[in-house]
């Protein structure tokens, strides 16, 4: 199970506000028993509908020309925090909950230099940055609601 804490870390590290609504959905449905941890906020009634707006803004966003590179300090930090708490919820679950940020945390670089690679050389090949962007949305969206249905 802790390998989906790397994996919800790759999502964060595609779409940063992704892993936390997909993990917060999980928690507020009962597929996460966060419970009497310092992450049992996700689970809370309204948390999972804050963080689906700001992911469906981050989609929305991820498209405009002014949006800043995910490999500027504040976006790659804000992947890394969002990867590291998603990480941690998924192994709070297994016992391992700093095991679950360190995984959580390495997926986010990876899915934010990984991502950004992916992005730019797929925007190569469609000679439009447009499709290559949704085709990280689509892959983000994907991974997260593969991580919930294994939880």
């Known amino acids: 199970m802790l390998v989906l804490a790397l994996i919800i870390g790759f999502v964060a590290g595609l779409r940063a506000m992704m892993a936390p609504a997909a993990i917060a959905w999980a928690a ?4 996460l028993q966060l419970q009497g941890s310092g992450l049992a906020f996700l689970g809370w009634r309204f948390t999972p509908w804050v963080f689906t707006i700001l992911a469906a803004g981050e989609l929305v966003g991820d498209q405009l ?4 590179s995910r490999m500027a300090p504040a976006p790659f930090v804000a992947r ?3 990867g590291g708490v998603s ?3 998924i192994g709070y679950v297994t016992g391992a909950p700093i095991l679950g940020l360190v995984l959580g945390v390495i997926g986010a670089i990876l899915g934010t230099v990984g991502g ?3 992005r730019a050389l797929l925007a190569a090949t469609f000679g439009s940055d447009r499709p290559a962007a949704l085709v990280e949305d689509a ?4 991974l997260s609601m ?4 294994s939880l």
């Open 65 to 68: 020309p002014s949006t800043p």
């Open 139 to 142: 892959l983000a969206i994907g």
């Open 116 to 118: 950004a690679r992916l």
């Open 80 to 82: 890394i925090v969002t």
């Open 87 to 89: 990480g941690a919820a």
């Open 146 to 149: 593969m991580v919930v249905a």
């Open 28 to 31: 507020s449905t009962g597929l």
